[in-house]
């Protein structure tokens, strides 16, 4: 993550609303990241303006923390991208054997990520087969071998001595051939160029209509960086792709090639590879390449420390009207007005740190419905009366409870709870909680 969007998000923070300046910065910073983590230009742009359009609208200004709210935008964002919750799985056919063919340039990793599928594959007790339809280099059949014999599965390949072989005819043939010794998944790797090139495409094609495959799996270089978007396009038109494998993610790449992909061609990415072993290899998860591209982490955390230092000002402020025994009515209805503004009461204190046992029980027991109550009961009050509840006599609470639709035994109980909560919080102020007002079941 850049050090610029550490800083705008650091801004962000410590403000209680965003302007749509605060906005546009953030975005800025955000598109700058999205470049150094390599995504394409027209995918960030695409991006950054969805975000923006979600970050003027009216749920970040009603956010507890608009920094947080505006990172959760673009995290949301960059997981529905990638596929959602959950990676797709890999699609089996319903009469075996099931074809998942390979594709992609050259050096991708196609001939390694068939050995990893194998062993993956053999996990889940399949019994797939390699089959060789590289036939472009001569070492192709030997290294698929060699990852085969890793995973334990047989190949399927060209009788050697017969010249080079025809890509498609073997492919055609394997089918026959697993279904003869059984195998349920067979697994085609397929020659690649060192860029795209017509008559790769139209091999690949060919062993595409030879085959009908389950899944054609594109398989990209997560360095490819920029040229993702058009490698992908090529390959899309000219064979046509089911699912995406990204490889050597364990270099430090940041994972941009994944939402270049996943937005241009909207298919799903089904798989990482992260190392030469055949072990080095996982179902996709959105979120954690959402993070990876994000340095999610750092934001995180970032977060946290910015909501500690906000959550200590706050208690500092109520903790010196206490002690100069300020703490007004006022002020317990501004604060009830911001709690009620933070949306669900008990989840926002309850992620408060320092809460002990007994504040959570307290919690609990807590009716929502009774901070409307109070809302209406303070409102009820003159300003002199809120400044001063000791002029709070009983004709005064009388006249309160009838202007504000309750009793007087809710008006007694409310300046009970606000002289308790007074009290809590002067305690609290010390160990440099924020104060927590209207506390236990009204
Ligand atoms: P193909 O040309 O598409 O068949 O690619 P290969 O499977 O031959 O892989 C090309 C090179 O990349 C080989 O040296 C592999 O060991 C290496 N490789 C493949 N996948 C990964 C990966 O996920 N991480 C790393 N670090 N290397 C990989
Ligand atoms: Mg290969």
Do not use: C, Y
């Amino acid at each position: 993550l850049s050090d610029r969007l550490v800083e705008a998000l650091s801004n962000l923070r410590s403000k209680g609303k965003l302007t749509a300046a605060d906005i546009d910065g953030t975005v800025r910073e955000i598109r700058r990241a999205l470049l150094e983590a390599d995504v394409a230009l027209p995918v960030v742009k695409d991006f950054a303006a969805h975000v923006r359009e979600r970050a003027l609208g009216d749920e970040v200004n009603r956010a507890l923390n608009p920094a947080q709210q505006v990172v959760q935008i673009v995290n949301e964002e960059l997981v529905r991208i990638l596929g959602g919750d959950e990676a797709r799985q890999l699609s089996f056919a319903k009469r075996p054997p099931t074809v998942i063919m390979l594709v992609g340039l050259q050096g991708a990793g196609k001939t390694t990520l068939a050995g990893k599928l194998a062993k993956w594959l053999v996990g889940q007790k399949h019994s797939p087969m390699l089959v060789a339809a590289d036939l472009q280099r001569p070492n192709a059949v030997t290294q698929l071998q060699i990852v085969a014999d890793q995973a334990g599965v047989p190949v399927f390949a060209p009788e050697p001595g017969n010249g080079v072989g025809d890509p498609v005819r073997v492919a055609r043939d394997s089918m026959r051939i697993a279904t003869e010794k059984l195998h349920d998944v067979v697994i085609i790797d397929t020659a690649g160029r060192l860029g795209v090139d017509e008559e790769l495409m139209r091999q690949a094609h060919n062993i595409k209509e030879a085959t009908n495959p389950d899944e054609v799996l594109f398989v990209i270089d997560s360095m490819i960086g920029q040229d993702a978007v058009a490698t992908a396009k090529a390959f899309d038109e000219g064979v046509g792709f089911t699912g995406v494998v990204l490889t050597k993610l364990d270099g430090d790449a940041r994972g941009g090639a994944a939402l270049s992909v996943a937005q241009t061609t909207g298919k799903p990415i089904l798989f990482a590879s992260t190392g030469e072993r055949l072990d080095d290899f996982e179902v996709f998860h959105p979120d954690r390449m959402a993070s990876r591209i994000l340095n999610m982490g750092d934001v995180l955390s970032l977060i946290e420390q910015a909501q500690k230092a906000f959550d200590e000002e706050e208690a500092r402020k109520t903790a010196e009207k206490i002690a100069s025994d300020q703490f007004t009515l006022e002020d317990f209805l501004a604060q009830m007005q911001q709690i009620r503004k933070a949306g669900n009461f008990k989840k926002m204190i309850g992620m408060l740190p320092g809460m002990d046992r007994n504040m959570k029980d307290q919690l609990e027991n807590f009716d929502e419905s009774s901070l409307v109550h109070i809302e209406a009961i303070i409102q009820s009050m003159t300003p002199l009366e809120r400044q001063n509840p000791k002029v709070l006599n009983g004709s005064r609470r009388a006249r309160i409870a009838r202007g504000s639709g309750t009793e007087v035994k809710d008006v007694n109980e409310l300046i009970k709870r606000f002289e308790a909560s007074a009290k809590m919080m002067k305690t609290m102020a010390r160990g440099a909680m924020p104060g927590m007002p209207g506390m236990g079941p009204m």
